[in-house]
Every structure is written in C-alpha cells, then in structure tokens.
C-alpha cells in the first residue's frame, strides 16, 4: 500500500487545496491541522476571506466545521466535527409562542380595560381593539427582530433554531422578548455583524413605526383633569416612565404639549416604549447579546471583553441590577465570548461604516430608570 500525504478524506483537503497552499499537515490532539498561506505567497485580507468562505461552504456539507486562526505568523486552520443536530423539534416553540400570545394580550387587557380609556377616553372603542393593536404592536416588534435574525443565519448557512418566545407576567408588555439559538458559529466577522445589528435593526424600524401610531393614538390632558382623575379612579395608578430620546423626538412634532398639559399613553404607545427598553438592553455590547456581537465583530475579542464590562456598569448605572449581575455569572463562566470560524479575516469597511447605525439606535432607544449621575 503506497504513502498518502492526506490525513483526513483526500476529497475534504482538497477543498483547502483549491483555496491556499498548504505548507504542511498534522493530526495534533485528535485535530486534523493545516498550515497555509495565500495562493500566490501575499496575503490579501478579502482574498483570504472569501477564500476561507469556500472552505466553510464545502466544509460544511461534509459535516465539519474548520476554524481559521494565525498563530506565530501563520495561518491555521484546524477541522472540527460537526455535532449532529438531529430532528428538529418546534413542540417548545409553538407552546411558548402561544403562552407569549396569552401573556402578551392578558397585558393589554389590563392596559385597555381601565376606565380611564373605557369611560373617558375611548367609550365607544371596544376593549378588544386596543388589545388586538396592543398584542399586534409587541409581537410585530419582537417577531420581525427575531425573523430578521433567521433570515440572516439562513443566507450565512448558520444552523439556527426557530424563535423561543419568552412569556412574562402582566406588568412590562407580557414578554421578554424571544431568543434564536445558533448551532455553530457564523463564518466570519461580517457575518457575525450581520446577524448581531440584523434583528435590533429589524426591531428598532418596527418600534419606529409603532411610536408613530402610538403617540397618535395617545391623549393629551391637562393636568387638572389628571388630578380629577386619581381623585375619581385611585385604583388607577398613573405613572410618570422614562422616556427614551426616540420617543422625546417625536412627542413634539406628533403630539405636542405644553407645561399645564401631559400625555396619556395608548397601550400601543407602551408598546413602543417596551420595544425602546428591550432594545436598548439587548444593543449594549455585553457578552452574547446582539451588540456584544456587534462589538466583537468590530473590535475582535480583547477589546469586546473590556466593552462588556462597561456595557455591565451603564447597565448597573441605568438601575437593571439583576440582568446586569446574571450576565455577569454567565460572562465568567464562558470561556470563549463568540467564537467565530475565521477569527483572522477584518470585517469589511462598509460594515465598518454602517456600525454608526449601532450607535443611533442605542442613543435613540437609552432608558434610564436610575439618573447617571
């Protein structure tokens, strides 16, 4: 039987070796290793990139996962197996979905059935209306937040789960949000930027939309009629809420007021201030969250780690104490923030440039519940 060079499938090296020199092969703990540079001895980030893009591809469909990574001026890049997936299973998904939907619209009952909106306000409206605008409004906007995530995931070839919505009790819009869980890491740093901004995007858009109509449909009373009111209905407790800057914008130019005047929320316009705050938190570039992938795609590892625990004390300074002290226990106890397969390649200089987008929706959705200073 004669020598072969190859230490895994001749048909899988030979995908590396359509894409790179390989300068020399091992097996090092169990781990089939590959020591490469560019085709034609120059490395030329986008070359790499893209090439290494073709064997995640190839890889991929075999089962396998390869990680790129330079180590004493070389390339490395090292093969993985694939953990099998399975059959999926949405029997979760479809109960939290619809115990979401229960939650959610419980929440708005409690919000439209008030009678300062049934005798006051809005007699002739039915309660199941402002229910129907509420449940419409929250799941619109963490339903398009996740499906954007999904979208993504599928044009990288990122096995995802389906959408785990998080029921909440009655009291801050009947939900949690929803999370999508990946299976593997994303190719690149591009990718894993476009599947970080992708959902907050989404979602920020849609709470745009939805402040609109909320402000819109929301009431502007004097005062005095706000003391008649508390008098007349102290089962109603009314509440002064942070505003986020985005809702402050537009207040003025869709509903102004003056100084002897204040503004009763629609329960879709709590809808919008819900889709502001979950935003916000999910934005800060803290460890796993959307923009700590953010953060990581743009700055790389050392640097996102620092950035989480900035992202840890503005969200302790803005009051989310105990969200902030459980991703905390989480961030210590993982040891790789989020891996990626091609941790050498930069991310592109548009996506460098559109991560300004970041910055606007995490300064128009900010709140506060605490004062920074």
């Known amino acids: 039987m004669g020598f072969s060079p190859y230490i895994i499938d001749p048909d899988l090296e ?33 070359a790499v990139k893209d090439s290494f893009k073709r064997v995640v591809r190839g890889f991929r469909e075999k089962g396998y996962l390869p990680f790129l990574r330079r180590e004493g001026g070389h390339l490395v890049i090292r093969i993985l197996n694939k953990v099998p ?11 939290l979905f619809a115990a979401t939907l229960a939650t959610v619209a419980y929440d708005g009952y409690l919000r439209s059935s008030i009678p300062i909106f049934t ?3 809005m007699p002739r409206t039915p309660i199941f209306v402002n229910v ?41 819009g009947g939900t949690f949000g929803a999370v999508i869980t990946q299976k593997e890491p994303p190719a690149n740093r591009d990718a894993l930027f ?17 402040t609109i109509f909320g402000i819109a449909t929301s009431f502007v009373v004097p005062v005095s009629k706000l003391s008649e009111w508390t008098a007349i209905y102290p089962e109603v407790g009314f509440q002064s809420i942070p505003m986020p800057p985005l809702m402050d ?29 979950v935003t916000f938190l999910n934005i800060l570039p803290i460890w796993q969250l959307d923009g700590g992938h953010v953060s990581r795609a743009v700055l790389g590892a050392e640097k996102h780690r ?44 548009g996506r460098k440039i559109f991560s300004l987008v970041y910055f606007v929706i995490l300064a128009l959705t900010f709140v506060v519940f605490l004062p920074l200073f």
Not at 85 to 95: A, D, E, F, V, W
Not at 249 to 275: D, N
């Open 194 to 210: 476009d599947l970080g901004l992708s959902g907050p995007l989404a979602g920020f858009i849609t709470t745009i939309i939805v």
């Open 306 to 349: 620092i950035l989480s625990f900035i992202g840890l004390g503005v969200m302790v300074l803005s009051g989310f104490y105990v969200m902030a002290l459980l991703l905390a226990i989480f961030m210590f106890r993982s040891r790789e923030d989020v891996p990626i397969l091609d941790d050498v390649s930069p991310l592109s200089s």
């Open 119 to 121: 005798v006051e306000l």
């Open 14 to 46: 030979r995908i590396i070796e359509a894409e790179f020199t390989v300068d020399n092969r091992y097996i090092e703990f169990n781990t089939p290793t590959f020591i490469v540079s560019p085709r034609g001895g120059v490395y030329q980030p986008t």
């Open 132 to 172: 129907l605008l509420f449940l419409v409004s929250i799941m619109g906007i963490f339903g398009l937040h996740e499906l954007a995530h999904r979208v993504i995931a599928m044009k990288e070839g990122v096995e995802a789960s389906m959408p785990y919505f998080i029921p909440a009790p009655p009291g801050m």
């Open 249 to 277: 914008l537009l207040l003025p130019i869709i509903r102004p007021i003056t100084a002897t005047q204040v503004l009763i929320f629609h329960p879709v316009a709590f809808a919008a201030w819900v889709g502001c705050l």
């Open 85 to 95: 997936s399975g059959k999926p299973r949405y029997t979760p998904n479809i109960l």
